[in-house]
């Protein structure tokens, strides 16, 4: 059991703000002595010491801050205090706001070990917050997920679990299984409480009801994963079509090597961009192109790779020259469902001719036209990923699972509570019914953080960033 009240863990200190050159720097204390620990390091501006008293609960206070050893002042600071346990970890921790001079942040470090602190391990603050009932491990991981986020919408799904709304549900759910097991027990008259047991056909409607409403957390997953990393869509076509050349038009910043020798996009090259809400990895392979030397080869197995696990396809093709039997070849291999024929070259073909037709022959895919030279259709384009990914749901869903131990968690305890089920539709007997129901809180006991194991937590902590 996590303890109600902060218990005060050794002093330690990190730096909140990115390294390099800035205009203010975060330094984070927390711990046992903070801020009397600090305090022989600053001086008011007159010069006279600065007092546990000087520094009130969260107001900021300007002073100097000493280098004791050169005797002068390093830097005019910002220091604020918050006394446990209204703070993030619910220690006694304070701020420091330096100017973000690389030199001056390095020197206050040096003087922070010096007056008896030691630097924070990643995720050192969180765990403790963790530790100190402040957040459970789903709120946890949700700051890691914010501050990971690379686009508002992962950030906005990131920070409904940081406010608790994930937690919240699970909580729901909990409290409904437990009342449930408490009525099991009445059954098989192990209950220490007084309570008429329900009837099997109603503890069944029960566990039907919440194994629906944590299946329907666990279908989040895959939006979450997108959310997390991205939907990913592969470039193909034969060399010299304009796919880097493309990849480059719609990532808008040139990345892939852009050249008129056949052959030449030999690796794979990846650029992000956004699409409604939801970043969108363009993987440029190496033209698919049977022969070649040994490096293409290896390309041409790798974009092979790649098109296999990619969400869509964009085939590539030159209007002016329109399907040759290279691009047959290719399109051989394509899944149908996801994939948009994109004409490229536009401005190449002659005034008066039109690009072939190509739905008799491919059914259902989906026609662009365009020129990587002029940018013409290049928006169009754009367009149809979206209608291609159109797995993308609307902004505004609920909860969505982010984290693989998150989704593990709770597909557990969808397993054990459909096992559940069972043995009430089996008519089975209700002493076996407990067993999966107890598995289910366990389950999700586990995803709040209720049981933890040392090793897990290292694991989940470890992967923040110093500072947090
Ligand atoms: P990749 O091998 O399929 O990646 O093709 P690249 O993007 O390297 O392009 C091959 C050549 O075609 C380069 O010289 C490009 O400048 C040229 N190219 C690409 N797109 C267009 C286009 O829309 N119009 C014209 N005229 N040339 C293009």
Redesign the pocket.
């Known amino acids: 059991m996590r303890p109600a009240l902060a218990l005060d863990g050794d002093p330690l200190f990190g730096l909140a703000t990115p390294p390099g050159h800035s205009g203010v720097a975060v330094v984070r204390l927390s711990g046992k002595g903070i801020p009397d620990l600090l305090l022989p390091l600053l001086r008011k501006p007159d010069g006279s010491p600065v007092r546990g008293e000087d520094l009130p609960a969260r107001v900021m206070r300007r002073v100097d801050l000493v280098d004791s050893k050169a005797g002068e002042v390093l830097d005019q600071v910002l220091v604020v205090h918050f006394p446990g346990p209204r703070s993030f970890t619910g220690e006694a921790q304070a701020e420091i706001h330096c100017h973000g001079a690389p030199v001056v942040v390095a020197r206050l470090l040096e003087l922070l070990v010096a007056a008896g602190m030691r630097p924070a391990q990643p995720g050192e603050f969180s765990r403790r917050a963790f530790l100190n009932g402040k957040m459970d491990l789903v709120q946890a991981e949700a700051l890691m997920s914010l501050i990971g986020a690379s686009t508002l919408r992962a950030a906005r799904a990131a920070t409904r679990h940081l406010r608790g709304d994930f937690s919240r549900q699970v909580g729901q759910i909990r409290d409904v299984l437990v009342v449930l097991l408490a009525h099991l027990e009445a059954h098989l008259d192990f209950s220490d409480e007084e309570i008429a047991p329900d009837t099997p056909e109603r503890m069944l409607a029960t566990v039907t009801q919440q194994q629906a409403l944590l299946e329907k957390i666990h279908q989040s997953a895959s939006l979450g994963r997108h959310l997390r990393q991205g939907f990913e869509l592969a470039l193909v076509?034969r060399?010299?079509?304009?796919?880097?050349?493309l990849f480059n038009c719609l990532a808008g910043e040139e990345r892939a090597i852009?050249?008129?020798v056949a052959g030449t996009?030999r690796d794979v090259n990846e650029y992000s961009v956004v699409i409604a809400g939801v970043p969108v990895r363009l993987v440029d392979t190496a033209?698919l192109r049977q022969g070649g030397g040994v490096v293409e080869r290896v390309g041409v197995e790798r974009a092979r790779e790649r098109l296999r696990q990619a969400d869509g396809v964009l085939f590539?093709a030159e209007a002016q020259k329109g399907v040759l039997p290279g691009d047959r070849d290719i399109l051989a291999t394509l899944d149908r469902d996801k994939f948009l024929f994109v004409w490229?070259?536009m401005?190449?073909l002659s005034a008066g001719r039109t690009i072939p037709d190509v739905q008799s022959a491919w059914p259902g895919s989906v026609v662009l036209t365009a020129?990587?030279?002029t940018g013409a259709g290049i928006d169009q384009v754009r367009a149809a990923m979206v209608d291609l990914l159109g797995a993308i749901p609307t902004d505004g869903e609920g909860v969505v699972l982010m984290q693989a131990r998150q989704v593990a968690a709770v597909g557990r305890a969808v397993t054990a509570l459909q096992e559940c089920g069972h043995i009430f539709v089996r008519g089975g007997d209700l002493e076996l019914a407990a067993i999966p129901l107890r598995e289910a809180l366990a389950a999700l006991g586990e995803l709040v953080g209720e049981v933890t194991q040392e090793i897990l937590l290292d694991k989940i902590f470890g992967e923040f960033c110093i500072g947090k």
Not at 239 to 245: A, R, T
């Open positions: 076509g060399p010299n079509v304009g796919k880097s050349s852009v050249t008129p996009t033209g590539v490229n070259k401005d190449l020129s990587c030279r």
